[in-house]
């Protein structure tokens, strides 16, 4: 069983920043691909970035410039820095963790339950 959890959500004013952190725990080998999804009220859930194991990265163009996501290998987490955020930030922030479980090297896509985040006007 993996667990994926995230944490550092919260209310900031526009302008603000924010960093969000996802640890992901359980019968772990190895991580692979880590990434941060959103979802506001009434849209489906969208990208926001990925990390390979590498550190390559990828980013929607809507939070180019103002988000940067990293990973620290020995610790299975993945962060979310978030500058200079707007109300259209706003929404649910889920973490993906895609591996290999230690228990008979069998590969597993894990998300968490999400963390708010909420940015005022």
């Known amino acids: 069983q993996v667990q994926v959890v995230e944490s550092g959500g919260g209310l900031v004013q526009a302008g603000g920043s924010l960093r969000l952190s996802c640890a992901a725990s359980?019968?772990?080998?190895?991580?692979?691909?880590l990434g941060w999804y959103r979802q506001a009220p009434g849209k489906q859930r969208e990208l926001v970035a990925t990390?390979?194991?590498?550190?390559?990265?990828n980013y929607a163009d809507s939070v180019k410039g103002r988000f940067t996501i990293s990973r620290d290998n020995a610790k299975n987490t993945v962060y979310l820095q978030m500058n200079s955020l707007k109300p259209e930030d706003t929404g649910t922030y889920y973490c993906?963790?895609?591996?290999?479980?230690?228990?008979?090297?069998?590969?597993?896509?894990?998300w968490g339950q999400g963390t708010q985040v909420t940015v005022s006007s």
């Open positions: 993906n963790a895609d591996g290999i479980r230690a228990l008979y090297a069998t590969p597993f896509n894990s």
């Open positions: 359980g019968s772990i080998f190895r991580l692979n691909d």
């Open positions: 990390i390979s194991r590498g550190g390559s990265t």
